[in-house]
């Protein structure tokens, strides 16, 4: 008994020990573990950072808004300022499911009746409810979904009639689009813009991909501003708090050269052509020769920029991207390179129909031609074979000067993107007599329109353009309208109304090709052009008689040229009427808005008048310059304007250098490319001497640029053709 109880006894002091002990173990345990939190709290109470994060930073974002101001693309206007493309803005719809979303209000963020949702949706969006529902029901947990293509698009009208329903869970998002309100109107000239992601911003911008939206790209691209400010909880603004903010700057504008009635007009005849006689291509240009404002242009295939229909079958720019061979258009050039030259000689006859050239044969378009006749009936006639003996008295090198002058295989350097330069076989006698009617020879639209300027300015070219001003986003002019003389003349005035009488012949009926453009009461001088199509397989050119490109060209006044129209037809797949009679239905309508604007155009813009500069930064005067139309040369070191050449109020030619002067020291110029006009202005201003020989341009100068030069510096210049 008192070893049982002496047992018991030692059992429970056993226990006694194992709870003593494991009270102990768990009595450090918990002051461990409360030594590390404590410890833990310490370090994140001192250091403010965990995981190498700071807190008060991490806080204080969570109670700050960073929000991007979107800044608005530059808007495109007409030269009249109607609006071709400007900045809009369209929403995507899209349907929380997940019901956790709950905001701060403890209201479902989610959508709650999905039929009702569905119902009520299929008012606005083209789709039903069934379909509405179909969505809202997703195969897989989601915890938002969209609508498809038919959620996407939509307008402000569209947002606002949904939002006025007030269905909870249905939201929006905001995309960037480009408005087009005229449709298919100079589509490839005015180009796309179009949203791209930006993963810097998390959003969405606006990038042009073609025409002049892509070539002044970063000119219409605005700057995006920002705001940084502190919420509350509620997401309301706290009192007294700072707000970190910097505006958006909008985009340039851009005011195109392009006349909105004109361009209409040319879409609605080319519109019909297509339709009525499906050719392959087509292409029509109207420019002011004088200043090298394109006044409408167009091209068959076209699309609709809003709309995007037709893009896939027309994204290429038939007028730069690609390159045809002209026909006998070209002739304009051959018979101008002739006459200026010598080589031109009327009243000699020569035997038509055919001519062979190293084994070669060549036919007029009439085969059996005409007889013997004079070379003055060789332009109006069209006549292959008269245009390859004048090419052959010529001679190949003079003939090759002049298509160099011309800038025949050379880029205009117009502003839309991807032009070609084409190219030119010249190397045997039979490819340089084939070029004299244009064959043998590639270009592009605006390289044709470029030699053609030469015919209003006296044989000098002048560059197309299709931008006559830039302004801020306040409307304030940064460049004026420059018009950009190509090269030197590249004939005589003479010479250029020769080839103007023979333009004019072209539309006598008894001996012109061209009788089906003339139009009564109409001053108007034309050339017609029919092109054989190289054989895509090689070897040769098509056969057919639709398997041309056909084309016209026509000028008014028929004297004293301002206006030019030029059109060209490719492969008529519908031919049911000639080929001059298909062009007519555009030439003609075309002429006749052309000449009735012609009686109402106050431009006068190949004009400008001289700014006062004196006093000026010369980086304000260059503005100054740049904003009327002329270009600035700056004399001197100094910073200051002291003199300029140009007294203020003087009209002056749009584009003609205007010199400056500065204090500092004067330092010879490069003066390669500059006129007689240009050296005068240089002299009077700085009182250097200057000893000119020879015409046209500056080749030579005896002084090597920047070199400083004293007011009675003698300078020897040579100048050429």
């Known amino acids: 008994m008192k070893k049982r109880i002496s047992n018991l006894r030692l059992q429970k002091s056993k226990a006694h ?6 009270g102990r173990f768990l009595q450090v345990a918990v002051a461990l573990v409360f030594l590390v939190f404590t410890g833990r709290f310490l370090y994140i109470g001192i250091s403010q950072k965990v995981s190498g994060e700071n807190l008060s930073q991490r806080t204080e974002q969570l109670y700050k808004r960073n929000e991007v101001l979107k800044a608005n693309r530059g808007t495109i206007y007409d030269r009249n300022g109607l609006a071709v493309a400007q900045d809009s803005h369209l929403y995507t719809v899209y349907a929380i499911l997940d019901k956790t979303s709950i905001n701060y209000h403890n209201k479902p963020e989610y959508v709650v009746n999905k039929e009702e949702t569905a119902e009520k949706l299929s008012k606005v969006l083209p789709l039903s409810a069934d379909t509405i529902l179909h969505y809202l029901n997703p195969a897989h947990t989601a915890f938002q979904v969209q609508f498809g293509a038919a959620g996407s698009g939509l307008t402000k009208e569209d947002k606002n009639k949904i939002e006025q329903m007030k269905l909870p869970g249905i939201k929006f998002f905001e995309t960037p689009a480009r408005l087009y309100p005229n449709g298919n109107f100079a589509s490839h000239i005015v180009g ?4 791209k992601y930006n993963k810097k911003t998390n959003s969405e911008n606006l990038i042009g991909t073609m025409g002049l939206e892509a070539w002044y ?11 940084v400010s502190s919420v509350d909880a509620s997401n309301y603004q706290t009192p ?4 970190d903010y910097q505006a958006p700057k909008n985009g340039d504008n851009l005011y195109l050269t392009i006349d909105s009635q004109l361009q209409d007009y040319l879409e609605d005849r080319l519109t019909y052509v297509q339709k009525t006689y499906n050719p392959v291509s087509m292409t029509a240009v109207v420019e002011d020769m004088k200043t090298g404002k394109v006044l409408a242009a167009s091209q068959r295939p076209t ?5 995007k229909k037709g893009m896939s079958k027309s ?21 101008s390179a002739a006459v200026n030259s010598g080589s031109y000689h009327p009243n000699q006859y020569y035997n038509s129909g055919s001519v062979t050239v190293s084994g070669s044969t060549i036919h007029d378009w009439q085969t059996s031609g005409w007889g013997s006749i004079p070379f003055s009936q060789a332009f109006p006639r069209s006549s292959n074979t008269g245009f390859v003996h004048i090419e052959q008295q010529m001679g190949a090198k003079t003939w090759r000067k002049y298509l160099r002058k011309f800038h025949i295989g050379q880029k205009t350097g117009v502003t839309l993107p991807g032009e070609q330069v084409g190219l030119l076989a010249f190397k045997s006698p039979i490819d340089q007599a084939v070029t004299s009617f244009g064959q043998g020879v590639n270009v592009n639209v605006m390289q044709m329109m470029q030699a053609f300027s030469s015919l209003a300015n006296n044989g000098q070219m002048v560059k197309p353009q299709f931008v006559e001003k830039v302004t801020d986003p306040d409307g304030k002019t940064i460049t004026g309208y420059q018009i950009k003389n190509v090269g030197q003349p590249v004939y005589s005035a003479e010479t250029a109304q020769t080839v103007l009488a023979n333009m004019r012949r072209v539309l006598n009926k008894r001996i012109g090709t061209g009788y089906a453009y003339k139009m009564d009461n109409a001053s108007i001088a034309v050339k017609t052009g029919t092109a054989q199509i190289a054989n895509p397989k090689g070897g040769g050119y098509l056969k057919g008689d639709s398997n041309y490109t056909f084309s016209v060209v026509g000028v008014t006044p028929a004297k004293h040229p301002r206006y030019c129209i030029y059109i060209t037809l490719k492969q008529p797949r519908r031919m049911i009427r000639p080929a001059e009679t298909i062009l007519s239905s555009i030439f003609k309508p075309m002429m006749r808005q052309i000449i009735l604007m012609a009686k109402n155009d106050q431009d006068n813009s190949t004009v400008v008048k001289v700014p006062d500069l004196k006093g000026l930064t010369y980086s304000a005067a260059e503005q100054e310059v740049q904003r009327v139309g002329l270009r600035i040369v700056k004399i001197g070191t100094g910073d200051k304007i002291t003199a300029q050449s140009y007294a203020k109020g003087q009209k002056e030619q749009s584009g003609k250098r205007m010199f400056v002067l500065t204090s500092g020291k004067v330092i010879c110029p490069d ?15 700085t009182g250097v001497k200057l000893k000119v020989s020879g015409s046209g341009t500056v080749v030579k100068q005896s002084i090597a640029p920047k070199t400083k030069l004293k ?5 020897v210049i040579n100048l050429k053709e």
Do not use: C, H
């Open 17 to 22: 020990s194992y709870r003593f002990t494991v």
């Open 192 to 195: 796309i813009a179009t949203p």
């Open 217 to 227: 790209d970063n000119l219409l691209t605005g700057k995006d501003g920002y705001r």
């Open 240 to 243: 007294n708090s700072t707000q």
């Open 303 to 307: 699309f609709n920029p809003q709309t």
């Open 315 to 335: 994204y290429r720019d038939i007028l730069v991207q690609d390159t045809y061979e002209p026909g006998s258009v070209f002739k304009v050039l051959t018979l």
């Open 671 to 685: 003066m390669k490319g500059w006129t007689l006009d240009d050296l005068r202005q240089f002299a009077e201003l």
């Open 711 to 715: 007011s009675k510096t003698k300078i």
